[in-house]
C-alpha cells in the first residue's frame, strides 16, 4: 500500500481556478469511486471537503468540485479565494476496508 | 453536534507504548453507518491513516503498522482507544481521531488532534 501521489505545490490568483491531481493505482484510486479530499489550515484538523469522487458534504462552497479518470483523481477551485490557502490531501478506499492518503499540495492564492 | 476528543500521554519513551483514547460527544458509538478511525502526521510532513474499528469491534489496520497496532472500543464509555507498541522517534506525530463513513470511507468529523512525543 503506497502513498497516492499528488504535487507539492500548487497555486493560482485570486478569482482563477487550480487543479490540483492525486495519482494512485488499480487498486485504489482507479478500482473505486471512493476518493475523498481534505482542505488542511495550519495547526488545525483536516477537513472533510470532497467523497465519493464528486460529491461535496454540506456546507462546502461549490467552488469545489472532484472528478476521476482511470488511476488519477482531481480536485479543482474555481473562484479561487484567500482562505482556500491550505494543504489538500486526497484519499481513496484500498481495498480490505484499508485507506491510503496522498502526500499532500500546499495551495497557494498569489 | 458530534464531537471528538483524543487524550493520552504526550510524552513516551522509546520502545514503550503509546496509548490514546478518543472520547465521542454528541452521538452513539453503536451507530451502523460509521467506522472509527485514527489518522497521524508527523511533523511538517501529511496524513497516514493507522486503522479503523467498526463499534461490533471489527478492526483495519495498515499494512505498514499492522504488527504494532492495536485499536479497541468501549461501547458503554463511548470511546475507542489506540495503542502502538515498540516506539520509535518515527512515531512522534499529532494523533488524530475521526469518523469514518461506512458506506464511502470519507472521514467526516475530526478531533483537534493530540501530539505524542517519543523521546527518552
Known amino acids: 500500500q503506497s502513498a497516492l501521489t499528488q504535487p507539492p505545490s500548487a497555486s493560482g490568483s485570486p478569482g482563477q481556478s487550480v487543479t490540483i491531481s492525486c495519482t494512485g493505482t488499480?487498486?485504489?484510486?482507479?478500482?473505486?469511486?471512493?476518493v475523498s479530499w481534505y482542505q488542511q489550515h495550519p495547526g488545525k484538523a483536516p477537513k472533510l471537503m470532497i467523497y465519493e469522487v464528486s460529491k461535496r458534504p454540506s456546507g462546502v462552497p461549490d467552488r469545489f468540485s472532484g472528478s476521476k479518470s482511470d488511476n488519477t483523481a482531481s480536485l479543482t477551485v474555481s473562484g479561487l479565494q484567500a482562505e482556500d490557502e491550505a494543504d489538500y490531501y486526497c484519499?481513496?478506499?484500498?481495498?480490505?476496508?484499508?485507506?491510503?492518503f496522498g502526500g499532500g499540495t500546499k495551495l497557494t492564492v498569489l | 453536534q458530534l464531537q471528538l476528543q483524543e487524550s493520552g500521554p504526550g510524552l513516551v519513551k522509546p520502545s514503550e507504548t503509546l496509548s490514546l483514547t478518543c472520547t465521542v460527544s454528541?452521538?452513539?458509538?453503536?451507530?451502523?453507518?460509521?467506522?472509527w478511525g485514527w489518522i497521524r502526521q508527523p511533523p511538517g510532513k501529511g496524513l497516514e491513516w493507522i486503522g479503523s474499528i467498526y463499534y461490533r469491534g471489527s478492526t483495519y489496520y495498515n499494512p505498514s503498522l499492522k504488527s504494532r497496532v492495536a485499536i479497541s472500543v468501549d461501547t458503554s464509555k463511548n470511546q475507542f482507544s489506540l495503542k502502538l507498541t515498540s516506539v520509535t522517534a518515527a512515531d512522534t506525530a499529532v494523533y488524530y481521531c475521526?469518523?469514518?463513513?461506512?458506506?464511502?470511507?470519507?472521514?467526516?468529523?475530526w478531533g483537534q488532534g493530540t501530539t505524542v512525543t517519543v523521546s527518552s
Open positions: 475521526a469518523r469514518q463513513n461506512y458506506y464511502y470511507y470519507g472521514l467526516d468529523v
Open positions: 454528541g452521538g452513539s458509538i453503536s451507530s451502523t453507518n460509521y467506522y
Open positions: 488499480s487498486s485504489d484510486v482507479g478500482g473505486y469511486n471512493y
Open positions: 484519499s481513496s478506499y484500498a481495498g480490505s476496508n484499508t485507506l491510503v
